[in-house]
């Protein structure tokens, strides 16, 4: 339920998301101070431990020497502002936008961290065996296998298979694609890890999607129910852009928690 507990940790995840746009900020004047060009466009989330779901992973993983410099300039300058404080980096969480150019088409790449570090391995060679990523990137077999295959899929890498340490995987520099901005998904062991990936993620949506609506409903006193949606799906859309059900069942379930009630057949109103 929306207890107090609950509502507390809601908003200092509100917090967090908007702090961070200053920590970015801050940290773009910090490099220029220093006079540090960086080459990567980073967009950090610092997020309160205790506040949100997160849990450290236990995949082994070495960070590309491409971003080094980026995670350490960003850790010098968070812990200067930040005294005392330690920073756990979620790298099974963190996401990157990969250019890649061919001779006719330049290509943008959204990704996994753990698939970036293996594609940069491509800047130095053609081919590179499954021992050699494993190595350098320090990633286990079985998640190195699951990220080759999502390339493969796409043709931007080959290999007769994945399982084999000395399987020789080859870039397709012949490589091209229609669409110029590509998602690169990552295969799944099973459909039974599907589905609690599935779970986990409606459940957070459901959580998120009343939190954003009691702070819009604290916030207006009383609103109309399309304000009250169109407003959600702004306030959503930087994360996930919400259906029309699912907002209208997390209106309900508020209600039913005496956090907002309905004044007609049409308005809804805070409960303070």
């Not at 005294?83 to 959204?110: F, H, I, M, P």
């Not at 901005?181 to 062991?189: N, P, S, T, Y």
């Not at 996930?240 to 209208?248: D, E, L, T």
């Amino acid at each position: 339920s929306c207890g107090v507990e609950y509502t507390n940790k809601l908003q200092r995840m509100f917090t967090d998301i908007n702090v961070c746009k200053d920590i970015n900020y801050n940290f773009k004047e910090y490099l220029k101070s220093k006079n540090n060009k960086q080459t990567i466009d980073s967009n950090i989330l610092v997020l309160t431990s205790g506040s949100w779901p997160l849990s450290n992973s236990n995949i082994t993983f070495q960070i590309p020497v491409e971003l080094e410099d980026n995670i350490n300039q960003f850790t010098e300058f968070y812990q200067k502002e930040h005294n005392g404080r330690k920073l756990t980096w979620l790298y099974q969480l963190s996401k990157a936008d990969v250019r890649l150019y061919t001779e006719s088409k330049r290509y943008e790449l959204n990704m996994t961290l753990y698939q970036v570090a293996i594609l940069l391995l491509f800047n130095n060679g053609d081919s590179f065996t499954i021992n050699e990523i494993i190595n350098q990137t320090q990633l286990p077999l079985n998640e190195v296998s699951r990220f080759l295959k999502a390339f493969m899929d796409l043709n931007l890498l080959e290999a007769p298979n994945t399982d084999s340490l000395d399987t020789v995987v080859t870039f397709n520099t012949n490589f091209t694609n229609k669409r110029t901005k590509i998602k690169i998904g990552m295969a799944v062991d099973n459909n039974q890890e599907s589905e609690i990936t599935r779970q986990a993620v409606d459940n957070d949506r459901k959580l998120f999607l009343q939190a954003v609506i009691v702070r819009i409903m604290k916030s207006k006193k009383q609103l109309q129910h399309t304000l009250l949606v169109k407003e959600v799906i702004e306030q959503s859309k930087s994360r996930f852009v919400p259906y029309i059900p699912a907002i209208k069942q997390a209106i309900e379930q508020l209600i039913d928690k005496q956090y907002i009630e309905r004044v007609n057949n049409d308005f809804y109103a805070y409960i303070a």
